[in-house]
């Protein structure tokens, strides 16, 4: 079956072409472990691991690298906020994010690359460069000169001239103009460093994945993807400085980028502290449903995280789980008999269409929908209770293909305990989304008046929608809010 997608290098949808037959060779920008990963890590994660199994069920092998990206200034500033090693942090918060990607299933890498373990690469790379003109070393620095690079912007579709406004010289650089990047930074007193040509210093950021990607995967490999965010200056960055290296366009073949996943309408992020991480997430519903919930989305659209989107996954899934479940029990009672053709084609038209709109751009919307029409299917056929073994085990091994091809483990084995909810759990989401801090052992009663004092903050500030906002929150809840002369009560809808 062929492939197609939406290539963000051409901007058009493509119909994919390997460069070597029957294989897939792709490179997936990873993290920065300098804290706990966040959902918006989790569905960049799920995304290319679904990517992945599209390809290994059209019969490709798939060779997927991703990277930690090891040193930094923001690994660098949390080993002085916790007072240990950057070693340490990076291994802290590594492990806590394969750990994640253990239990959302995704399928073990190639291999995980590291900066700090390919700076021979990284020296040669930014020596070569230089040589090429297309770098430049400044008192121990060494700048990537992006007026030299032609087609700079052919990735991100901007222009040079829309790049330099903004765009300045920060204190402390010394590079020949303000678009200019840094390949590699001169040491500073008590961080980690590496003998170089030009002194002292470690990596800049960019140069890291063009030297890891060509070492791992060869020039001109297939996908090279990541979040939306990373299109400008990052990946445009890349770009540069692996076609200034090699000498060959394009760098990579195609580019993938997945869509934001948002917090309140505004994109999650670190920086700005609207984070919802993978550990308070997998809290409140199982791995099966929060990578659902990802998947339920279109990849490059954006993905707004919040109560009523899980809610709504949740249900979904559970009409899944306990579909799957009555045809384990049909199987486990039934006998031998008459295979049906008719209805067993049905079931195979049903396979072929949920293929066919996976090779459609990865379209998991209409993907699901498929799924979801033969659960329906399903349904009806286990209500007459007259199917022979035959015909539950073929539909059983096409389930099995669509919940391995989406990355749906023990789906019938799946725990909805307490319908997946827990009403602490619940409103804490809701306390991310507004930016209140609640503390782990607190109780309902006293989340409730954080909830309250939130609230007329708003209305002090004549913020009425957000006001309005968490009141519709909580009676979602059976949480009911009544403004009195004294304050605002509450009480618990029965």
């Known amino acids: 079956m062929e492939i197609s997608f939406y290539d963000t290098l051409s901007a058009q949808k493509i119909e994919f072409k390997p460069r070597e037959p029957g294989k897939v060779y792709m490179y997936v920008c990873g993290l920065t472990p300098s804290n706990y990963p966040h959902v918006g890590h989790a569905r960049t994660a799920v995304i290319f691991d679904l990517i992945r199994r599209i390809f290994e069920k059209n019969g490709y092998r798939v060779f997927y690298y991703s990277n930690f990206t090891d040193i930094d200034d923001k690994i660098i500033q949390r080993s002085l906020d916790e007072n240990i090693t950057t070693v340490e942090v990076v291994k802290k918060y590594s492990e806590a994010y394969l750990e994640a990607m253990d239990q959302l299933h995704i399928k073990p890498l190639e291999k995980w690359a590291r900066v700090t373990e390919n700076i021979p690469e990284i020296i040669e790379m930014v020596s070569k460069l230089i040589?090429?003109?297309?770098?430049?070393?400044?008192?121990?620095?060494?700048?990537?000169?992006?007026?030299?690079?032609?087609?700079?912007?052919?990735?991100?579709?901007?222009?040079?001239?829309?790049?330099?406004?903004?765009?300045?010289?920060?204190?402390?650089?010394?590079?020949?103009?303000?678009?200019?990047?840094?390949?590699?930074?001169?040491?500073?007193?008590?961080?980690?460093?590496?003998?170089?040509?030009?002194?002292?210093?470690?990596p800049g950021w960019h140069i890291e994945c063009s030297a890891m990607s060509l070492k791992f995967l060869g020039n001109h490999f297939d996908i090279h993807g990541g979040a939306q965010d990373l299109i400008f200056p990052h990946h445009e960055n890349e770009i540069a400085q692996a076609e200034a290296y090699t000498g060959i366009s394009p760098f990579s073949k195609y580019w993938i980028h997945t869509g934001w996943v948002t917090l309140n309408r505004e994109k999650m992020s670190k920086s700005i502290g609207n984070v919802f991480l993978i550990s308070e997430a997998l809290k409140v519903v199982s791995p099966n449903v929060l990578r659902f919930f990802f998947i339920e989305t279109l990849y490059s659209s954006p993905l707004e995280y919040n109560l009523d989107q899980l809610h709504q996954a949740s249900r979904a899934f559970e009409r899944i789980v306990i579909s799957i479940q009555r045809l384990e029990e049909a199987i486990a009672k039934a006998?031998?008999?008459?295979?049906?053709?008719?209805?067993?084609?049905?079931?195979?038209?049903?396979?072929?269409?949920?293929?066919?709109?996976?090779?459609?751009?990865?379209?998991?919307?209409?993907?699901?929908?498929?799924?979801?029409?033969?659960?329906?299917e399903l349904n009806k056929l286990l209500d007459t209770g007259n199917q022979s073994l035959e015909d539950l085990q073929s539909i059983k091994a096409y389930f099995s293909d669509w919940f391995d091809t989406l990355g749906l483990v023990n789906v019938a084995e799946t725990e909805l305990s307490k319908e997946e909810w827990d009403l602490s759990s619940e409103m804490k989401v809701i306390a991310s989304k507004h930016q209140i801090e609640l503390s782990e052992n607190q109780s309902v009663a006293d989340m409730i008046q954080a909830f309250i004092q939130k609230r007329d903050e708003y209305r002090q500030n004549k913020q009425y929608f957000e006001s309005d906002e968490i009141r519709n929150d909580l009676y979602a809840l059976k949480i009911q809010l009544e403004d009195k002369k004294d304050g605002t009560e509450y009480r618990i809808i029965p």
């Open 335 to 376: 006998e031998s008999g008459q295979k049906n053709e008719k209805m067993l084609n049905g079931f195979k038209k049903l396979h072929d269409s949920f293929h066919q709109a996976l090779a459609q751009n990865f379209n998991t919307p209409q993907g699901i929908a498929v799924l979801m029409n033969a659960i329906r």
């Open 131 to 202: 040589e090429n003109g297309y770098a430049y070393e400044s008192e121990g620095d060494v700048y990537y000169r992006v007026k030299k690079f032609s087609t700079y912007g052919k990735l991100s579709k901007r222009s040079i001239k829309e790049m330099l406004i903004g765009a300045r010289i920060a204190p402390g650089e010394k590079k020949e103009d303000q678009l200019d990047f840094a390949l590699w930074k001169a040491a500073k007193p008590n961080e980690p460093s590496w003998d170089s040509p030009w002194g002292k210093g470690r």
